[in-house]
């Protein structure tokens, strides 16, 4: 698919595809706001240590509960500070890269397990897909946060069992797409003629299937990533999924939770960070599923 | 229709199977289960009493056969914590837990029904792009920011609604308004969309045709047909709600099925654990097993599958 150029081409065969999903990714605002909040996150994740005003760990026990500056604070602690006297706006920072990197690393995790899955459900059919919907049906009768809080119980709540616990428990919504999308792409023409011409198993999964799933894979991890983070927060929320002192949003509420009377900002404020990051990558996943294809939009 | 429900049910039984098995393994993921119930300050003669009481020395498979048939009996043996049958523990506090979600899935049915056909009815009109905005905000929105922001507005600011606790109604409505709420965009978005198809078909042209009234044709022709999925969907959300219900019951400490839940991890109290995941998993099987069933009675189209 190279691009037209030439201007009596372009006359001649419209815009090529490429382009009309570019168009149709700018004018797309939900897409838009939702990659643009998402890509700040990130950037905020990654430069932590040069935009925190204080260390995230540092306590102070002469300036516990400041408010923050709109609530009649001042500009030392922008957000205040909580019941250690740690500065606020910091532990958000540093927040972020928690909550990113366990969204990150646990889609990827379920990510593989769930595709490998789901394209081995949908391109052998027979016994594998048996399979596979029997452990997808197995999957879906846990409780989830249920399994994940006495995992992480057992096994003691660190950064690494949490993102293990999750990535292991979040891969049905890929295998079932990834199952349904590969079962109706196995059955074009093209996928035939690999087998004919005797390609590879291997080669006709890499090259013909895996492309073609491509786009929805990219939704799914989207959307998983904001249920994975959702979770971590619910978890850590409990006091059975990050340990403090790890600047967590989740453990953030739980820990303003107990001053909610006389400080609600205490909670108010890494519960909206929380919601904003879940409610952008929401909108990228919505958003890279409109763009991608169009003509399931309703 | 008789072979379906042979088939899904033989399905049901396997998954369950296979759901019991990991939760009682669940006990062997730390290692040596006794030294975990004896705790670190136990000396290695107390370690192996425990091991000997409560039978860790016996092969897992063995353990495990002992426990399921001690399970379909009616008994998952005793709490370490309560020290109480595990089993009259749960179903004391089921109750709660059956009350929340009853109301739960109520709530999201009574609000996302009636949205979703509006949406439906007048597709990019300002009640359909409110109500697409409520079902976006609604799956980003953590349940347990949700329930305090409740509390703080409703109990603290207005004093309307007591805070926490389960002993009158009022208690109920904060916890079912964060409970459904999660519910909702999933019932909405099928609604919405249930309807759009009915709306453009052939019989729904006929009835309009024949001079049908709008309501008539709204009520009576196109809903009853849109909503079979959706009451199909709501019973698997419910085995759903039960088991989140364990992060609404402990913002409101409600005591119900979730909030043992959430004691007995804390607590290590593994009997107990085991016993409510298994108890959680078997409500999701039943209930969606009850919908496929449902689906198919409604739908012969869906008896293949």
């Known amino acids: 698919m190279t691009d037209v150029m030439d201007p009596l081409a372009a006359e001649i065969h419209g815009p090529s595809p490429r382009q009309l999903l570019k168009a149709r990714a700018l004018s797309h605002k939900g897409l838009i706001f939702g990659m643009v909040v998402v890509l700040l996150l990130v950037l905020v994740a990654i430069l932590a240590p040069v935009l925190a005003p204080h260390d995230p760990y540092a306590q102070s026990l002469m300036t516990r509960m400041v408010p923050p500056v709109f609530m009649g604070g001042s500009w030392e602690h922008p957000l205040g500070t909580d019941h250690l006297g740690r500065d606020y706006l910091s532990r958000l920072i540093y927040g972020a890269r928690v909550s990113l990197m366990i969204g990150a690393i646990a889609a990827l995790i379920s990510g593989v397990i769930g595709t490998a899955m789901g394209v081995a459900a949908g391109y052998f059919g027979g016994k594998v897909d048996a399979v596979v919907t029997f452990l997808i049906n197995v999957r879906l009768a846990m409780p989830v946060v249920l399994v994940a809080l006495a995992v992480v119980a057992i096994l003691g709540g660190s950064l690494t069992v949490v993102i293990c616990v999750l990535g292991l428990l979040l891969w049905d919504r890929f295998a079932v797409v990834m199952r349904a999308s590969t079962l109706q792409i196995s059955r074009r023409d093209y996928v035939a003629a690999a087998q004919v011409i005797g390609a590879s198993t291997p080669r006709i999964l890499l090259t013909e299937i895996m492309p073609n799933v491509f786009n929805n894979l990219i939704v799914i991890v989207t959307l998983e990533m904001a249920h994975a983070i959702l979770l971590e927060a619910a978890l850590s929320f409990l006091g059975l999924g990050v340990q403090p002192p790890t600047p967590s949003w989740g453990l953030m509420v739980s820990e303003g939770k107990n001053m909610m009377l006389f400080e609600p900002w205490l909670v108010l404020i890494p519960g909206a960070v929380l919601f904003v990051l879940v409610l952008a990558i929401n909108l990228m996943g919505d958003g890279l599923r409109d763009v991608t294809a169009p003509e399931g939009r309703s | ?161 007591p805070p926490s606790g389960a002993a009158t109604w009022r208690h109920f409505i904060m916890p079912t308004i964060v409970l459904g709420y999660y519910a909702m965009p999933a019932i909405m978005r099928l609604t919405r969309a249930g309807m759009l198809d009915v709306l453009n078909s052939d019989f729904i042209r006929t009835a309009r045709a024949k001079g049908a009234g709008e309501t008539r044709v709204l009520f009576k022709h196109a809903l009853r047909n849109a909503i079979i999925p959706v009451v199909s969907l709501a019973a698997v959300q419910m085995g759903f709600m039960l088991g989140g219900s364990i992060v609404v019951e402990s913002v409101f400490a409600l005591h119900g099925a979730g909030y043992l839940a959430w004691e007995s991890i804390a607590r290590n109290d593994l009997p107990t654990v085991q016993a409510l995941i298994l108890v959680f998993s078997m409500f999701y099987i039943v209930f969606t097993f009850l919908a496929d069933v449902l689906n198919a009675w409604l739908d012969p189209r869906m008896r293949s599958a």
Do not use: H
Request: with cysteine; net charge neutral.
């Open chain 2, 1 to 161: 229709m008789l072979t379906f429900i042979f088939k899904r049910l033989g399905l049901a039984l396997l998954v369950a199977l296979t759901v019991s098995f990991i939760s009682f393994s669940l006990l062997f993921l730390s290692g040596d289960p006794a030294a975990a119930l004896a705790g670190e300050t136990a000396s290695g003669e107390d370690v192996e009493a425990l091991r000997r009481l409560y039978g860790f020395d016996r092969p897992m498979l063995v353990q495990y056969a002992e426990w399921l048939f001690s399970a379909l009996r009616g008994d998952f043996g005793e709490s370490y914590y309560f020290k109480l049958p595990v089993a009259s523990l749960i179903a004391e506090r089921l109750q709660v837990t059956m009350t929340l979600g009853l109301c739960g899935i109520l709530f999201a049915l009574v609000t996302a029904v009636p949205l979703g056909v509006i949406a439906a009815i007048r597709p990019n009109s300002l009640i359909d792009r409110v109500a697409l905005f409520l079902s976006v905000a609604g799956q980003a929105m953590p349940s347990f920011w949700f329930g305090l922001i409740l509390i703080v507005v409703f109990a603290i600011q207005l004093g309307w609604l």
